[in-house]
């Protein structure tokens, strides 16, 4: 296709899409760390704990998430009267992945008497083992507002765990997974960035290891991070977390310049999650037109579930 093609498709596409969003009493959700497409079309962008929070506040009977699977069932869980879709049934999440629900009993079983805190980047199954759930954006207030002597479980990432080990002198108890956006950031090429950008900040997301959180200047959720580089008067960043963040980054501070922080084993320069971008327009469309993939989640698991999501957003106020 030459390139007046595509954008006339593309625009058509868009056309296409929010016809059938109002056909049919549909509204849509996109995480930050879509693509950019996809979030200029949204009702709503945010990060997980935003999205559950508007989630519960919607009239409209259809919910389309774009995002992957358990931002989906978050949402199911919280709204269970309504139809979720998410665009891709394959967008699932390697965090989410690397705790699966009977190992993750187990801990459990083998640590009594912990409080169990799980980062919503978790399957409805896990979460129905959990005290509370807990984001990037509320994580540390939340662990905070527990009582100084509890025994903590946190589950399923190792670097957002152990980054609030050290911030609150804590000592919770953590599930050995991470994100494999998050993990392969390069050491190396955040020291030749900052060297060549000596005037740059660094904003890093705490799922990223440890040494490059060390070499940050601003540690937080996708939220937080977007906030700060409103507010600060520094004119570049160097940003470590997945590129869809980008996005909203630079179209709010067109005067700023924005700098993804390249993986250890890539010449690209960025750093993409490949389940939160299979995720297309064609497929949004595709999804509001036939109503699938919708989400759904057994009574029995989002009866325990929404609980520590509800704890969650009660901690949260
Ligand atoms: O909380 C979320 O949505 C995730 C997974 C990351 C972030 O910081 O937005």
Redesign the pocket.
């Known amino acids: 296709m030459k390139a007046d093609e595509k954008a006339t498709y593309g625009e058509e596409l868009k056309e296409e899409i929010k016809r059938l969003k109002k056909e049919k009493g549909a509204v849509i959700l996109a995480?930050?760390y879509q693509q950019g497409d996809i979030q200029d079309l949204a009702d709503f962008i945010g990060?997980?704990?935003a999205l559950a929070q508007i989630a519960r506040t919607l009239k409209e009977d259809v919910i389309v998430l774009c995002g992957v699977h358990f931002m989906g069932e978050t949402a199911k869980i919280l709204c269970p009267e309504k139809t979720v879709l998410v665009p891709d049934e394959n967008a699932g999440c390697s965090l989410a992945d690397s705790c699966q629900a009977d190992d993750f009993a187990k801990f459990i079983k083998d640590h009594p008497d912990h409080t169990v805190l799980s980062y919503?980047?978790t399957s409805a199954a896990v979460k129905a083992l959990t005290d509370i759930v807990v984001?990037?954006?509320n994580a540390l207030s939340i662990v905070n507002k527990l009582p100084e002597d509890a025994k903590i479980i946190f589950g399923p990432d190792r670097n957002l765990g152990g980054y609030i080990n050290r911030i609150t002198g804590r000592d919770m108890l953590l599930w050995n997974g991470a994100c494999h956006v998050h993990e392969q950031f390069s050491v190396e090429k955040l020291i030749e960035l900052k060297k060549a950008n000596p005037d740059a900040e660094v904003l890093a997301?705490p799922e990223c290891k440890k040494v490059v959180l060390m070499l940050a200047d601003v540690v937080g959720?996708?939220?937080k991070l977007l906030k700060y580089s409103q507010e600060s008067d520094c004119k570049k960043f160097i940003v470590a977390t997945e590129s869809g963040i980008l996005h909203e980054m630079r179209k709010s501070c067109p005067d700023k310049e924005f700098i993804p922080l390249p993986p250890t084993d890539s010449t690209c320069g960025c750093n993409d999650c490949s389940y939160m971008k299979l995720n297309t327009l064609e497929k949004l469309r595709d999804c509001l037109k036939n109503g699938y993939p919708a989400i759904e989640v057994d009574a029995e698991t989002a009866s325990k579930a929404v609980k520590p999501i509800e704890r969650m957003l009660e901690m949260s106020k």
């Open positions: 995480h930050y990060d997980s704990l919503v980047n984001t990037s954006s997301h959720s996708t939220a």
